[in-house]
């Protein structure tokens, strides 16, 4: 038997236990449990069929997440079954659901206002519905990939000086988002209350939507973005629960005008998600989610109030991360505004990523008692353009 001495100040201590899916040579993907550096393996040890899946979707739509939490606690503060742990650098880490359906928000003010900026300079940052609803659109959910997948250079059209054009694109981006899971769903024709979110979301990933900005100028009007960020869409492989998160719930931001009355919440709650981009190894960003304007329980609610279902394995993001200062931006095009200002990376004068470049965005957020919980990353690497 295995006991798994977790060390003080670890970020994947009793207080975190995220869920992924894992496999270890010649085994298949199950659902396992990260403790300290280790994964534990859920489907050797709880018994329960929806831990042998590949996916967590089962157990989020089967299961009940806070009786298994309680058996995961006990489960892993005891003796385990030695093959039944895993260094975590031992294992393969899947993608942890099947996708259903995704979305991505546009829920901070700083970058919107940026983008605004960048994208149509001369007329208001912001457009006039923005601090009325959560801006968002449809993603494509067959292109979601695990952190590690590396993402080949979209090709599409582009306008430039000489007119319009095909290639691949010029202006390839990050954003570095936070992303939610949809564990229960909903009746189609039933909106879903903004205070129901707990009941729903299961947990929380990192997130990259990658972003080629060249394509996405061209094409986004009237419609918003397509082809310009549908090639790939990387989430981190560690899902943590929104139960392990009530220690990093703070206010969100003042809303004004106050919103109306299906996006009102009886305690408006953000969190306090400290997130950090690496670009090939080097610190290059710190958003602070805190300062996201619309909530996530305020973005579910407004996915759903035409009637829309919400399905086991949606995924809905929060548009990029970024908070006031220019560190704390979280896309490129931002960090070197529109590509006029490069940042020194890797002794490279840098705007948008080359081929080869890696990007890496990881998170923490406040956990009891001063600790603080882990997301684990999300990365990925650029390979050139078929
Ligand atoms: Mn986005």
Known sequence: MTHIEIPDGSPFGMDNLPYGVFSTPGTDPRVGVRVADHVVDLAATLGDPCFSAPSLNAFMAEGDWAGTRERVKALVSGDIPDDAVHAVGAVALHLPIEVADYVDFYASEHHASNLGRLFRPGSEPLMPNWKHLPVGYHGRAGTVVVSGTDIVRPSGQRKTPDGITFGPSQRL???????????????????????????????????????????????????????????????????????ALEAARVATPPQDPEPLPYLREKSPWGLDI????????????????????????????????????????????????????????????????????????????????????EVTITATAPGPAGARLGFGEVTGRIISAR
């Open 173 to 243: 981006d990050i954003e570095a988002e936070v992303g939610f899971i949809v564990g229960k769903g909903s009746p189609l024709g039933d909106p879903v209350a903004v205070d129901d979110f707990a009941d729903h979301v299961f947990g929380v990933v990192l997130l990259n939507d990658w972003s080629a900005r060249d394509v996405q100028a061209w094409e986004y009007v009237p419609l918003g973005p397509f082809l310009g960020k549908s090639f790939a869409t990387s989430i981190s492989p560690w899902v943590v629960p929104v139960q």
């Open 274 to 357: 400290d997130l950090a981009v690496t670009w090939n190894g080097q610190e290059v960003s710190r958003p602070p989610y805190r300062e996201m304007y619309w909530s996530p329980a305020q973005m579910m609610a407004h996915m759903t109030v035409n009637g829309a279902s919400l399905r086991t394995g949606d995924l809905f993001a929060s548009g990029t991360v970024s908070g006031p200062e220019k560190h704390q931006r979280g896309a490129f095009i931002e960090l070197t505004w529109g590509g006029k200002e490069p940042i020194e990376v890797d002794g490279r004068s840098s705007t948008f990523l080359e081929d080869g470049d």
